[in-house]
């Protein structure tokens, strides 16, 4: 089959399609055939080196794929050959087929077409499991989440207006506030003109937000702090803006808030498929309704993933950028 192989940790450059072995399932995992899968912040960090995949998962890069069902493992129930399908995975999702255990695998979404659901997995499964699961936002709370014209913020500003949250958001240019604020988003802030917790606590009447989804870290700690309600949450899920910084204890313990740092990737399998089947009851139904859609920048090929990487590396972007692996 073909793949997508880094040569050496590096730029863009360093990635060209290879002829590998084909994978095999093993009990309770899936093979798919991928249609497409797609770019994340997470695929570039692995390709410079930073992100290693997990033990015993796949060295080549995607993190979620669509496809449909090629074989089953022993022991695998639910699935037949031929199902359209969509997943979250560990690795490998740049290539014509990989292997799934079979609690990542979710139903394309009702009215979604193939190539488009390669451009949900991640996306979903991050935000329910960090907004609602962990941080248990509900109907009526304000919502902060940065980045808002990504693929992260483009899924979140949807999901959290459908859910009847107050959503609050930061860009850096008025072609992304505008999109951000077309998703549903109540409040967008351009955090290159303004600072984002004071355009948030004069929108409150000083009282803050309930949650708030970080990808930036140690840059916005402090005034993501600033930001939060009473009892509020800040879930930090990246680490754009830096690895170190300096934590108020005062504040934390004034506003009886809490930091949570997760992530996705080196979940043990149970956990990731506790998440999928609640993105499957829970979220699925707003995208087959209409309320959430895949936001996608750009559909290319698998013989275009440098330039793929060189427009997420750039973050030109809005939404999504899909590779198209196959018909």
């Known amino acids: 089959m073909r793949a997508v192989h880094v040569t050496a940790p590096g730029g863009p450059e360093v990635l060209t399609v290879i002829e590998v072995a084909d994978p095999t399932p093993g009990p309770g995992e899936v093979l798919v055939d991928v249609v497409a899968t797609a770019v994340n912040k997470a695929d570039t960090l692995q390709r410079k080196g930073f992100y290693p995949a997990p033990p015993g998962a796949s060295e080549i890069l995607g993190l979620e794929c669509s496809g449909r069902v090629a074989a089953l493992g022993e022991g695998v129930e639910g699935w037949e050959v031929g199902d359209e399908v969509c ?7 740049y290539a ?9 695998l ?22 329910w499991s960090n907004v609602f699961m962990t941080a248990a936002m509900e109907p009526g709370d304000s919502f902060l989440v940065h980045g808002g014209a990504g693929g992260i913020g483009t899924f979140a500003i949807q999901i959290a207006s459908a859910l009847g949250c107050r959503v609050f958001t930061t860009a850096g240019s008025r072609e992304k506030l505008d999109v951000c604020t077309g998703l549903g988003a109540d409040v967008a ?15 409150t009447d000083g009282r803050g937000v309930d949650v708030v989804l970080d990808n930036m870290g140690a840059k916005y700690l402090d005034r993501n702090l600033d930001a939060l309600a009473f009892d509020g949450r800040l879930v930090v899920i990246g680490m754009q803006g830096g690895v170190k910084a300096e934590l108020n204890i005062a504040k934390l313990l004034n506003k009886r808030a809490h930091v949570i740092a997760t992530s996705l990737r080196g979940r043990p399998e149970d956990q990731k498929a506790q998440i999928c089947a ?26 275009e993933v440098a330039r793929a990487h060189e427009i997420v590396d750039a973050s030109t972007h809005v939404g999504k950028v899909v590779i198209k692996v196959a018909d």
Do not use: C
Request: net charge negative.
């Open 87 to 93: 997943a979250l995975l560990a690795g490998g999702g």
């Open 96 to 104: 014509e087929k990989v292997v799934v255990p079979a609690g990542q």
């Open 106 to 127: 979710m139903p394309v979404p009702e009215g979604i077409d193939l190539v488009s659901a390669a451009a949900l997995p991640e996306v979903a499964t991050t935000v």
């Open 189 to 203: 802030i351009n955090y290159r003109e303004e600072d984002f917790a004071e355009v948030i606590a004069e929108a």
């Open 278 to 303: 609640e993105v499957v009851d829970f979220v699925w139904p707003l995208v087959a309704d209409g309320r959430i859609e895949p936001i996608i920048h750009e559909v290319l090929t698998l013989d």
